[in-house]
């Protein structure tokens, strides 16, 4: 595998240099690798050329070859791409701290509210509240007022009401009952849906949140870039969180929506339980996973 | 006046670059640029001259590489015909089941739903609402009761009741999880036990946003539970869901409907034809 080649650099440096010619074979293994991967044909290619310049010219060091040296730095440049860790949640000065979560249908969304309700309950001590602002698929309300059982954290609903007027009813139920932190939750939409798309950021214009993230599945192939850019221009995320990342999945949806986005990814899901299985986001492991 | 293309380098990189966006895989992508029946060698044979011919070649080869055929859902000699729906977690099953029992409905058959997600939050709430818009029957069990029974009883239900299909909704299951796959070889052991020959189709629902991972999971679903089709969802984004072409190449899975959308109608029989002619829209 690609990442064992580079684990063990160590050494003195040499007087051989990096070149075009002698990293050719290694770009080449590496390139399919990121395709295999699922990193975005166009973030690779951007990728691996700015790599590729600033690696150009550096001197070898001692028992390693280009290929390999070249390797180590296509990994530091991954994981600073994707870096830094940040898994920083910016609280509200006053009044309830707002968080909204959107995405692509099936994403886990709803479950990752749920997650996000119990860490910050038991890590943080923060009194949340889940506001199940989904109204059209089946069961939705259903679905987030039994994670919110679950976990002991109240959920706010509203039958005959659309989601922007859900959520910004919820800030006030949250005042009244003491809830520090609202997270809302949303139906899964597509980017190129004009109205859904219109109407998330309605909610977001109406509720002012601290924080909106993008919750994207770790499998996303080549469409991360196109929904990630959409996503983020409609709503100027303040984070990304990967979900399903307990799969073989190798994750390059990761790369492409930092390199994409500029935002960070904060948290991973990594379960189905509502549990510890939401883990902050680390760039050099995912680097690494997404190298094989 | 149209500016026509020239037949470079520089183009056959954008075609390539479209291709990888289709999410086919670097395998597939290699041997549609660089294989025997490839662009570079037909450009080099002079079969290719222009740009314009370009995108009309990858199309035929590309039909060409999906041989599996058969969309039509399979009928048992006698009723019920069953079929299990399965796959990783959000993908579609559930959706896809309702759309698939209005289609046979629509079609003058009787059907009925067996619930046998028992595990994740307001499942069987999900599935039981479709059943009551559609005007089917459901069979449900107890919370955190054991899929395989409800299967049973599904089949239970179906035998005595005459209905024409049984349709099986499981829970979401990763592939690398040994212990979910092996409770899905027993969903499906109990169906054929108490259904011989059952289930008639097993269709794994696959996500058209997924990448390469696909291809993973139709081999894992496959050697636990021989899969005898696909249902690709969400083609109404804008995934191409290529990695099917891998998958039919590689594991002779066919894709037998595509999800286009969150309705009850949302839902087509695969049609090569259009889905090769969409990863070039
Ligand atoms: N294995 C695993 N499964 C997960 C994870 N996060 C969510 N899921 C599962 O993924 C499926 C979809 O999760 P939901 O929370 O319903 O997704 P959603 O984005 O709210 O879906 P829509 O509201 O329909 O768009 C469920 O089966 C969840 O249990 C995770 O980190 N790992
Ligand atoms: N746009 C679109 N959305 C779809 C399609 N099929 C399903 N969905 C949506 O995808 C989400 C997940 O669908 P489900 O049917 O709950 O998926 P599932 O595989 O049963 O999920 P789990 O049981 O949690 O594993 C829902 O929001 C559906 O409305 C489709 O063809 N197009
Ligand atoms: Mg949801
Ligand atoms: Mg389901």
Redesign the pocket.
């Known amino acids: 595998a690609i990442t064992r080649r580079f684990t063990d650099i160590i050494g003195n440096i040499t007087r051989k240099k990096i070149t075009e010619g002698n990293i050719k074979e290694t770009l080449r293994e590496i390139r399919v690798a990121l395709l295999e991967a699922d990193v975005a044909f166009e973030v690779i290619k951007d990728f691996l050329a700015k790599v590729e310049a600033e690696a150009l010219g550096d001197r070898v060091l001692k028992g390693v070859n280009p290929g390999q040296q070249f390797i180590s730095v296509v990994y530091e440049e991954m994981a600073k791409l994707m870096g830094p860790v940040d898994t920083s949640l910016h609280y509200a000065q006053q009044g309830p701290t707002v968080i909204l979560m959107a995405?692509?249908?099936?994403?886990?969304?709803?479950?990752?509210?749920g997650?996000l309700a119990l860490l910050l309950k038991t890590e943080q001590k923060r009194r949340p509240l889940l506001v199940a602002a989904?109204v059209q698929?089946p069961a939705?309300v259903e679905?987030l007022k039994k994670l919110g059982e679950q976990i002991g954290v109240p959920v706010f609903s509203e039958s005959g009401v659309k989601p922007p007027q859900i959520c910004l009813h919820s800030l006030d139920f949250a005042k009244r009952q003491g809830c520090d932190t609202v997270i809302l939750?949303?139906?899964?939409?597509l980017h190129i849906d004009e109205a859904m798309m219109a109407e998330v950021k309605e909610v977001a214009a109406l509720t002012t949140p601290q924080e909106i993230f993008l919750?994207c599945d770790a499998m996303t192939g080549q469409d991360a870039v196109k929904s990630a850019k959409q996503f983020n221009e409609q709503l100027s995320l303040t984070g990304v969180i990967l979900?399903?990342?307990?799969?073989d999945a190798r994750g390059g949806a990761a790369l492409s929506v930092k390199a994409i986005t500029g935002k960070p990814i904060k948290f991973?899901?990594?379960?189905?339980k509502l549990e510890n299985?939401l883990k902050p986001f680390r760039p050099d492991g995912m680097a690494q996973r997404i190298l094989g | 006046f149209t500016f026509r293309r020239t037949l470079d380098e520089a183009f056959v990189e954008e075609i390539e670059a479209e291709l990888f966006g289709a999410d086919f895989g670097p395998e597939t992508v290699r041997a549609l640029l660089d294989g025997p029946n490839g662009i570079r060698q037909a450009w080099k044979d002079k079969t290719i001259t222009e740009a314009e011919e370009v995108r009309e070649f990858l199309k035929r080869n590309l039909k060409a590489m999906l041989t599996r055929r058969e969309v039509k859902l399979a009928q048992a000699a006698t009723p019920p015909t069953v079929i299990l729906v399965a796959g990783?977690?959000?993908t579609g099953k559930t959706t896809s089941i309702a759309k698939l029992a209005r289609r046979l409905r629509d079609d003058g058959k009787s059907v009925v739903l067996a619930a046998a997600d028992t595990f994740?939050a307001a499942a069987v709430e999900q599935l039981t609402i479709w059943s009551q818009r559609l005007g089917v029957d459901i069979v449900t069990g107890k919370p955190q009761a054991d899929p395989a029974s409800v299967a049973y009883q599904g089949a239970e239900t179906a035998l005595a009741t005459g209905v024409d299909y049984l349709i099986v909704d499981t829970?979401?299951r990763?592939h690398t999880?040994v212990n979910l796959m092996r409770e899905l070889r027993k969903i499906r052991d109990v169906l054929s036990k108490k259904i011989p020959g059952s289930p008639h189709e097993c269709l794994l629902v696959l996500d058209a946003t997924t990448g390469q991972n696909a291809l993973n999971q139709a081999k894992l679903f496959q050697a636990e539970v021989e899969l005898s089709g696909i249902i690709l969802a969400k083609l109404d984004g804008t995934a191409k869901g290529g990695i099917v072409v891998a998958i039919n190449n590689q594991l002779d899975i066919p894709v037998k409907m595509i999800g286009v959308g969150e309705k009850l109608e949302d839902m087509e029989p695969f049609d090569v034809d259009k889905f090769v002619d969409a990863v070039f829209e």
Do not use: P
């Open positions: 995405g692509l249908q099936g994403s886990g969304k709803t479950t990752t509210c997650k989904d698929r939705a679905q939750d949303s139906a899964g939409r919750v979900t399903k990342l307990d799969g991973v899901g990594v379960g189905e299985t | 990783v977690n959000g994740r829970a979401g990763l999880q």
